[in-house]
DNA sequence: AAGGTTAGCAACCGCGAATTA
DNA sequence: TTAATTCGCGGTTGCTAACCT
């Protein structure tokens, strides 16, 4: 099937938004709500497409956008989120309140792969670099050997993302991690449109009801993701759950 | 001071998923 | 059921300010 552009490209701006349009954006977007992004231009009176504007409104416009610098708690849930779930920055993003999946996504390329560099970490593996690789990206040896400190299978050992990676008979890397990415309080809970419609049954109401959530299922990922879940009910044995934090807990 | 290089960030592009007709 | 449409994501590019020589 084929895909008709996503505008007309012969008749829309490019590049730098421009303060004028930006306000043009947020008037709109006040006034009628999110959504819609492929007639929001015409309505808005923007010579830009769908998909830039809501690019803009998103990654800069949006009020509930945290501007300035991370953390380094910051840097450690999203080395942990990374870890856990590879370049999946939006549900990174959705862990970090504020933080758009645009900006950790450059703020890893820029600051956090170096970081972990320059601790003997591969970046993409979260496995210690050897010292070959060490020495070929420029880097001093570490001076004690490096600590795994969040393993994930690497894409050339399974043969690319996830198909059971993670699971009960992969004997965990760094045995004394602890990893509670329980999603907290702040997040509602699944809204995913598969996760809508799969209705638990009264047995998954019970057992969601008493302590546990899948991480995975909670945080969107969907089967043959990150999540080594194969079962399509998010309740199914073979999940991995996990206890929900207490209120006020935060990862 | 000028030119070159690097780092950081905003924005674009292409694709797949989800939704709609 | 299927094709068309829209949305959202991740990778990549390009601009610019800061830094270096």
Known sequence: MGRSPCCEKAHTNKGAWTKEE??????Y????????????????????CGKSCRLRWMNYLRPDLKRGNFTDDDDEVIIKLHALLGNKWSLIAGQLPGRTDNEIKNYWNTHIKRKLLTRGIDPQTHRPLSAAAALTA???SPARPPTVLFARPAPSEDGGHSSGGGSADHAPR?????????VGPPCSPPKTPAAAASTPTSQQQQQQRTTT??????LGVRSGEACSCKSPSPAAAGFRFLRPLEEGQYI
């Open 22 to 27: 930006d306000q043009r954006l947020i008037a």
């Open 138 to 140: 420029g880097l001093p």
């Open 29 to 48: 977007i006040k006034a009628h709500g999110e959504g819609c992004w492929r007639s929001l231009p015409k309505a808005a009176g923007l010579l830009r």
């Open 174 to 182: 760094c045995p004394d991690l602890n990893l509670d990415l329980s």
């Open 213 to 218: 959530i899948c991480l995975c299922y909670h």
